[in-house]
Nanobody
Framework: VQLQASGGGLAQAGGSLSLSCEVS????????MAWYRQAPGKQRGPVAS???????NYEDSVKGRFTISRNNVKKTVSLQMTSLKPEDTAVYYC?????????????????WGQGTQVTVSS
């Protein structure tokens, strides 16, 4: 199972960027999907998450500015970021809780993407 993130880049404060992440591989099922970020010198922390049914949760600092969405058929999760601030600068990681079928057993684990840089200039 692999997660491939794309998007990100450089934006000015007040601008917008979009991130996308695709899950590939032989998954039995995909459950919660999420975006995390890690700024220089800080620990990785959650930004937004979305359940299979579409229920969302956001970190307080991004509420009203970021929107997470998913496409269960395409196995993708996206993050639309608007009204960007310099403090949004970080490496963004996508994550998905997946189940895989190995023989007659189902294994569940959290898979991570490789990270994509978002830089917001003031």
């Amino acid at each position: 199972v692999q997660l491939q993130a794309s998007g990100g880049g450089l934006a000015q404060a007040g601008g917008s960027l979009s991130l996308s992440c695709e899950v590939s591989g032989n998954t039995f099922s995909i459950h919660d999907m999420a975006w995390y970020r890690q700024a220089p010198g800080k620990q990785r922390g959650p930004v937004a998450s979305i359940t299979t049914s579409g229920s969302t949760n956001y970190e307080d600092s991004v509420k009203g500015r970021f929107t997470i969405s998913r496409n269960n058929v395409k196995k993708t999760v996206s993050l639309q970021m608007t009204s960007l601030k310099p403090e949004d600068t970080a490496v963004y990681y996508c994550s998905a809780t997946v189940k895989v079928l190995t023989g007659d057993q189902i294994h569940e684990f959290d898979a991570w993407g490789q990270g994509t840089q978002v830089t917001v200039s003031s």
